[in-house]
């Protein structure tokens, strides 16, 4: 909604501009998208390697919770 409103704002103070964020957000947004995949696979692996790296630890101070 705040991005709307921010859109109608800038539509009134310059229309011309307003319109071509309107027509170029869709291509930024398909040209950002591969690295958003690449981030969420790097960002799993890191966990799975957090995790494997941390499982010991977590495994020896399980019993000695409360």
Do not use: Q
């Amino acid at each position: 909604m705040v991005k709307f409103l921010l859109w109608c704002i800038l539509f009134v103070l310059c229309w011309p501009l307003a319109l071509l964020a309107l027509v170029l957000y869709p291509l930024v947004w398909l040209v950002l998208l591969p690295f958003r995949i690449v981030g969420v696979a790097v960002h799993g692996v890191l966990e799975v390697i957090f995790l494997a790296i941390t499982l010991p630890f977590r495994l020896l101070a399980a019993p000695f919770r409360i």
